[in-house]
């Protein structure tokens, strides 16, 4: 795989940018896209870079041909990705519903906004259930959620990876600020981490003469027999569960000793980190737990870091009104620690705010 | 001397004004071309004025008439739904050339071959305004937008949609279609008040196109602008009445 | 260094956004922790425009803050606008030829300051170096980066501007001058002129 750059280097760019040269550093071949905010800047780039580097882009008729665009392009061995938010991720359910089916490696970017409906442009965490169990599956999906710059580009190249290389539709997911903010960060070329991109090939369009070399491939996500059926998604729930230890990442501090534990995602977990600090340093034993992966989640070691001391109350922040809270309680069931909540919705979280809720609670 | 104010429409809604559009846009005149309409019709308290997502968003509260934001290309739809179940509402339909030619295409297509009442207002400025000037529809060979950075390549992307014509091909002869511009005001009063007589008249569908601005995305001064409306847009997008039941009408 | 937070406001079109840049980029040149981010809404066009830059030599966290060490706001009505970032440790600052009725200064600051940017621009330099003037100021008020660092990043983000025009160099550097020296000589002076 070419080089996109010499040797690795820090910039100083905004997330939207970041996704651009991962995607490119990562070997992806071809970005269909639509404009939605705050997502474009993705594709601005791309087309601005594509031509240097030989890859593909079309700006699609709507979000639905975008994701279908892309299903298309990784059946037929490509490596192939879109970026959307809001409104167009709702969209792209129908799409992303057919890539979960079937087990198709598409790897898409989510930057989350207002919601519902057209909300507002700039930022949010409420397309946690949207993209974690979206369309009419099961959620058999990898979706990771960012917090950095640098994840952002590191999980860029391992979403390629891990679409590929499980075939589960894998999912980057960001939002407005991190979006469009700029923060430094390290470009590399995977081989430097000693990162091996998994080989792409293709599910149509294959090599060689019919009814000779091979058969002909008939793939389809339809089936006439509920049996069939179930016979097929319990087989991919299977799959999913063998994976799941490989795939589980989070990330967690002071759990062993402490009365309340935070938990977070995305960047709201850059502020819970920040107030663990000050709580801590005024004598309350708070502690963090930040999911990377929200799917499948980190259930065992939550609860595992729940029940070390154990934690009297688990205070979930989010800027939602209770998506990762109702993600988290499905993964805990049976759990009996006290759960306690820090809603606002499309609103950033300061540590202040998570501090000072502790103290209300405590 | 005495200041001579320009009059504003009554169907205006006073509150929201100063617009939010940019300074240069055509929006603003064809929105005082709809108000004056809708006075000299007088039909203020029957209009029910749905807007798309992207700069047509901007007039969701525009009007002192009932008004619905509605989502990226659903405008169609909803006003459809409106008028089907209200028919002696009077369903304008605004929006951009993303959501008329693009996203909403489907909706559009089919609601004229349906022959739908409605009244449909599609601002064609080349390009996603709000969005910070992406590729649009109706975006010209070789020009540049973020998403064709590079000019519009027409081997890659095909040419320039032209809405009008391929609607007054689906469309039976009781339908409206016309595609006017911004720099023909009293053309583009007379093309909308047909189209809304169309609707009134319980004829049938009406459409009309209109060619605007948008300096702020293209880059240009004054003077470029009105070159590129006028000199460049019209080259490729035929003003006139291209299917009227009211006579022969402007070609 | 601990954390430095500064909000920038002014109409669009001033140039807050390209300050905010080339202060960050200087931050992030000197090795040190940096977030920027504008505020983003509907309209591409009108509206206050505001910018948020982090500081620090340590990891930063959320993006955004209710509270700032700096507000500087480039027109009136960016004072209204910024004046709830302003708390008992804030330093706000505006340009001292704004009309501004008392009520929409900020209840809380450690220090309302009033410098002459604008004035100063028109008569001495360029009106378009006004928000030039602001960024000396900025860093006069904080020493978020060394005065190096910030003509460095001036320097490379209007490389091409400067090619053209040699003289728009000197203009800029004494504007980045200027506004730090007026920065630093409110601060020993005291509360600002309401105008």
Redo the contacts between chains.
Sequence with gaps: MPQIFEASKKAFITGNEAIAWAALAAGAEIMFGYPITPQNEVMHYWTRLAPEYGKGFLQTEDELSAGFTVCGAVQSGKKAFTATAGPGNVLMQEPFGMAEAMRLPLFAVIQQRGGPSSGTVVYSQQEVTLTTYGGNGEGHRIVYSTATHQEIYDYTIKGFNTAWKYRFPTFLLGDGYQAKMREPLEMYNPEEHGIEMVKTYPLVGLQGKIGEDREPQHLCNIYSLEEELYEVVLKFAAEYEAITPELVEYEEKGCEDAEIIILSHGVVSRAADDAVKILRAQGIKAGYFRPITLRPFPQKQLREAINRKPARKLLIAESAYGQLDRLTKQEIYGETVAIENLFMPGVGIIDYDIINKVKSIM | MGMIAPAIPKSWYLPSKPHKFCPGCGHGIVLKALGETIDELEIQDQVVFGCDIGCSLLSWNFFACDSTQTHHGRTTPVMVGIKRSRPELITIGYMGDGGGYSIGSQHLLNSAVRNEKVTLILVNNTNYGMTGGQMAPTTLPGQKTETSPFGRDVDLTGYPTRGPEFIAELTPDSAYVARATVSKYKQLRRFLRNALRNQMEGNGFSFVEVLSTCPTNWRTNAQQTWHFLEDEMEQYFPIGEIKTPFGKGDK | MSLIKIALAGEGGQGVQSVA?IL??AA?NENK??????N????????VSIAFIQVSDE????????KADVVVALSERAIGRTSGYSDMNTLFVYDSGFMVKPEELPREAKKIIGIPAVDTANRQLHPKVFNIIIMGAVIGLTNVVSFEAAKEALESKLAYKFEKNPDLRELNFKALAIGKEMAEQSLKEGVGNNA
């Design positions: 840049e960050a980029e992030y922790q940096t977030i920027y981010i504008p983003f809404g509907l309209e591409q066009r009108g509206g990891r930063i966290g959320a993006p955004k803050f209710n």
